[in-house]
């Protein structure tokens, strides 16, 4: 499959709510997560891991320990994402970045309130997510970036260490037709309501 201009990706990707349970080829798989770990972050930390589950048995393990045990979102309002063949969750690892800072090439730029008042950690983590939306797109794919509803549950099932904070998870597959959010009524926000240029 060619590649997608930069800019087509840019104006396609959108949340998918609705897969089909097709699998994603091996070789798209690693692309996927060769772009994430491109992503930038602060200090070249690369703080950010990546759990991934291919296949009904391990993307069900995720279903069943992270969401609510009246079913959650995968069976109630979720069907079409619980079908996706592929989640990659992006966790962050806060002690990653508290000990790369403590080096000496970093020393000075330490804990406090200047450049660690904006969590970097979960920041680097969102950058890795948004390369793979994006890769998704250019692979003739759907994804849905989304929220973790039991972070214990997951770390229980999953074995993941204390250290590492489930930033969200990534659904990914081959998108079937879904109705658009109903968030999107509130419309994109034009340009000249985003950007102040020289002042607020």
């Given at each position: 499959m060619a590649a997608m201009e930069f800019r087509e990706?840019?104006?396609?990707?959108?949340?998918?709510?609705?897969?089909?349970?097709?699998?994603?080829?091996?070789?798209?798989?690693?692309?996927l997560l060769a772009s994430a770990v491109r992503a930038p972050s602060a200090g070249?930390?690369?703080g950010s891991d990546l759990l991934v589950l291919e296949g009904l048995a391990q993307t069900g393990r995720f279903w069943a320990s992270s969401t609510p045990t009246d079913g959650g979102r995968a069976r109630a309002g979720w069907p079409g994402v619980a079908r996706a063949p592929l989640l990659i969750v992006?966790?962050?690892?806060?002690?990653?970045?508290?000990?790369r800072y403590a080096e000496a090439d970093k020393a000075?730029?330490?804990?406090?309130?200047g450049p660690w008042a904006v969590p970097w950690w979960h920041v680097d983590a969102a950058f890795a997510s948004l390369l793979v939306l994006l890769t998704a797109v250019d692979e003739g794919l759907g994804a849905l970036f989304f929220g973790v509803s039991d972070a214990a549950?997951?770390?229980a099932e999953f074995g993941i260490p204390d250290t590492h904070a489930p930033v969200g998870?990534?659904?990914?597959?081959?998108?079937?037709?879904d109705r658009p959010s109903t968030s999107l009524a509130r419309r994109r926000r034009p340009l000249d309501e985003v950007v102040h240029r020289g002042d607020w």
């Open positions: 990706v840019l104006t396609r990707r959108r949340m998918v709510r609705n897969f089909d349970d097709r699998e994603v080829p091996v070789e798209v798989v690693e692309r070249f930390t690369q992006a966790l962050s690892s806060e002690a990653t970045y508290r000990a000075n730029s330490g804990p406090g309130d549950g997951l770390r998870a990534i659904a990914v597959g081959y998108a079937r037709p």
